[in-house]
Structure formats: C-alpha cells, structure tokens
C-alpha cells in the first residue's frame, strides 16, 4: 500500500457545532421515555428542524427519533457559538413536547437561558402552540 492511500484513512470533515439532521441530543427533563433513551445510552436524534435554514438554534422546534418513535423537542440549550448575551453550553439539550406545545416531563433539570422566554412568546403568539408551560416547569435560568 502506498502512503498515499495510507494518509487518508481518517475523516477530513470539518467539526459542525448546529444542530440539523443526525444531531444527536440531550433530553433534560424527566420525560419517561426521555429518562429511558438516556439511561440505556441511546440518546434522541434530530430527525426534522421546522424552520427554513434547516439548523436548529435555541428556541427552535424540532423532530426527534428516540426509541422508535416521533417526537417533538424544543432546544434548550446550543453547543455553538451564541450571541451576546445567550450562555453556551456543553452539550445540546432538549425538553420533549407534544403536538400542543405542552412539555410531556413535569420537571427541566438543567439551567435554561432567560433569552429562552422571549423567544417562546413570541413563537406563542405567532404559531398558536402554548409554551408557556414549557417556561413555568424550569426551575433555574442562567
């Protein structure tokens, strides 16, 4: 074999810090099926971003596959590089909802961003989905 064929056995892709399609994902809250894809080491994988970029942000809707089936998650929390003012975090975290926007744990685990509210109100008023309740289960911001 030469050392040409040799030199490229390993990936050249450049690292993506968004969250898009086969991200895979951080379910904080205390979900059932949440706490079981995460205890088996199985953790959720974006499979749709509902906006027209394609990558997911904090405060965006998304689809996820975690256990066999389709559920929908908002982003809690952004590995990439934010804006002023929007913490950063290790990983990329999601709270699960259902098709009403109403959270399906009863509890979120980690710290949320403050901007989190403003974005959810805004999508409130112009999606028609409830978020509020998704905001009043936090128990801490950052």
């Given at each position: 074999?030469?050392?040409i064929?040799?030199?490229?056995?390993?990936?050249?892709?450049?690292?993506?810090?968004?969250?898009?399609?086969?991200?895979?994902?951080?379910?904080?809250?205390?979900s059932?099926?949440?706490?079981?894809?995460?205890?088996?080491?199985?953790?959720?994988?974006?499979?749709?971003?509902?906006?027209?970029?394609?990558?997911?942000?904090?405060?965006?809707?998304?689809?996820?596959?975690?256990?066999?089936e389709?559920?929908?998650?908002?982003?809690?929390?952004?590995?990439?590089?934010?804006?002023?003012?929007?913490?950063?975090?290790?990983?990329?975290?999601?709270?699960?909802?259902?098709?009403?926007?109403?959270?399906?744990?009863?509890?979120?685990?980690?710290?949320?961003?403050?901007?989190?509210?403003?974005?959810?109100?805004?999508?409130?008023?112009?999606?028609g989905?409830?978020?509020?309740?998704?905001?009043?289960?936090?128990?801490?911001?950052?």
């Amino acid at each position: 074999m030469s050392t040409i064929f040799a030199a490229r056995q390993f990936s050249t892709s450049a690292v993506s810090n968004h969250i898009m399609k086969l991200t895979r994902l951080r379910v904080v809250d205390n979900s059932t099926i949440g706490k079981q894809a995460m205890a088996e080491g199985k953790p959720p994988r974006c499979i749709h971003v509902y906006n027209k970029k394609g990558i997911g942000t904090i405060g965006d809707k998304i689809m996820v596959a975690i256990k066999g089936e389709k559920v929908k998650a908002i982003i809690v929390g952004c590995v990439k590089e934010q804006k002023p003012n929007i913490p950063r975090f290790d990983s990329n975290n999601i709270v699960l909802i259902d098709d009403n926007g109403t959270p399906l744990g009863t509890r979120i685990n980690v710290p949320i961003p403050i901007v989190l509210r403003t974005i959810l109100k805004e999508k409130t008023f112009s999606k028609g989905a409830d978020y509020t309740k998704l905001l009043a289960i936090a128990s801490n911001y950052v």
